[in-house]
């Protein structure tokens, strides 16, 4: 009995063992190593993916994510412009997935322009800044009004009331302020000659109240360096800025209406005037006001008859947009170069160019209709003249000629600008008109 037991314990024991050798499994991967891993879920520009394998130790089946791979915006395309008013905003499309984008623009700075305006006797002087796309603006003060000059001596004028300025008087000014009055009397002119040789002056200010600047008023003033005429100033009379070596630009207010001979002679390092005035006159064929200068920009509707006539260092003019008229022999007698006339332009005058020696080339813009007697009579030099718009041209003779007429100019010389030059200055007996008349002939 005893044996059978224990035989009987004996097998159960082996079987145990048996049992739980079977179900004993391998001590787990702490770090499992798959080799070949394979996608099962592919991964999109936002959407992360998945990827399994089996470990090469413990057989257990791994996975692990794809990480998204984002979108590729690699060409952006700009979709309206920013400014410093709207921002702007520009697209892209995912060279991906094709999903397109839309970024704002940040808005630009204030593309300010500024513009200085100077002191006067009365009011500081400041840089105003305005954006020309928004028309934001602010002022910056930073010049103070001018301080009148003391101790000037005058003269009553007839009126009893108003009074010229004779002279420096007591006044030891480097920088001239001319006074809106002495002594009560409002100063409206002066005096030939009153700061001739004042070689110690340095600027001077003339305010809107002065009409008149007397001859010689200013000249021989070597270390005069500038000047500032106020809108209101009339007349300058002979020679007053004369030998005033140290200008080097000048700028004529637009309230000129007469300017007389050789205002500038002398001033040998002046290149460069501001001409603002519809309405001067200059007298004819007298010495020029603009002896020395090499460029002259002109404003204003009209350029002036004889104004630069016999200007002999004159080469470059710049006539602005506003401009309508060019005067008779204006650039008479000149070295000028370079000339463009301005869109707006209506007229040219008689003998405007008359022998305008280095003249090569002009354009006669579309909106001039008459071009005067003699305009481009001996001008050696003029190869070229473009009419931007030849049609409709017909010539006259002179009202007082003997033989009155007219003939109609054909396009097509006009249209080639050699032919042009050539008819145009050829036929200076005649002034040209354009009109809109029958078909015009040869």
């Not at 224990?6 to 159960?12: E, I, T």
């Not at 839309?102 to 105003?128: N, R």
């Not at 002056?201 to 809107?208: C, E, G, R, S, Y």
């Not at 354009?363 to 001996?378: C, E, M, R």
Request: proline letters at 4%; aromatic letters at 10%.
């Amino acid at each position: 009995m005893k044996r059978d037991l224990f035989f009987v314990f004996c097998v159960l024991a082996i079987a145990c063992f048996l049992l739980t050798a079977c179900n004993t499994k391998p001590d787990p991967c702490t770090t499992h190593t798959v080799e070949n891993w394979a996608t099962t879920t592919e991964a999109t520009c936002t959407e992360n993916g998945t990827e399994a394998g089996v470990c090469i130790v413990c057989n257990e089946r791994q996975e692990r994510p794809i990480t998204a791979h984002g979108h590729s915006f690699a060409i952006w395309t700009v979709t309206q412009e920013s400014t410093c008013a709207v921002k702007g905003s520009k697209k892209s499309t995912c060279t991906i997935c094709g999903e397109i984008t839309v970024q704002a623009i940040p808005m630009t700075d204030h593309p300010y322009v500024d513009t200085t305006v100077k002191p006067t006797i009365t009011e500081d002087g400041y840089i105003e800044h305005v954006c020309p796309v928004c028309q934001d603006s602010y002022r910056e003060y930073c010049f103070q009004k001018l301080q009148e000059s003391n101790g000037l001596s005058y003269m009553v004028n007839q009126d009893g009331i108003t009074c010229t300025v004779t002279g420096f008087g007591s006044c030891k000014d480097t920088d001239l302020v001319i006074p809106l009055d002495i002594d009560g009397h409002p100063v409206t002119k002066i005096r030939h000659s009153a700061f001739r040789n004042c070689t110690t002056i340095k600027t001077v200010f003339i305010h809107k109240n002065v009409e008149e600047i007397g001859a010689f008023a200013f000249s021989d003033c070597t270390n005069l360096k500038r000047v500032t005429l106020e809108n209101g100033v009339k007349c300058i009379r002979e020679q007053a800025f004369r030998a005033c070596t140290g200008l080097t630009e000048f700028t004529l207010p637009a309230s000129l209406t007469y300017i007389d001979n050789a205002i500038f002679l002398d001033c040998e390092n002046l290149k460069t005037v501001y001409y603002n005035s519809d309405f001067a006159a200059v007298p004819y064929f007298t010495q020029t006001f603009v002896m020395h200068v090499e460029t002259i920009v002109f404003g204003g509707t009209t350029v002036p008859d004889n104004i630069c006539t016999s200007s002999s260092d004159l080469k470059t003019v710049i006539i602005k947009d506003s401009v309508k008229c060019i005067g008779k022999y204006a650039f008479a007698n000149t070295d000028i170069e370079t000339i463009i006339l301005p869109d707006g332009l209506e007229s040219i005058g008689d003998y405007a160019f008359f022998y305008a020696q280095n003249l090569k080339s002009i354009t006669i813009p579309a909106s001039v209709t008459q071009i005067g007697v003699g305009a481009f009579k001996d001008c050696a030099a003029l190869q070229e003249i473009v009419f931007e718009d030849p049609d409709g041209w017909w010539q006259y003779t002179p009202e007082d000629a003997e033989i009155p007429g007219s003939a109609a100019i054909n396009a097509s010389f006009l249209s080639v600008p050699e032919k042009a030059a050539e008819l145009l200055v050829a036929n200076h007996t005649y002034y040209w008109k354009k009109e809109i008349k029958n078909e015009a002939t040869a």
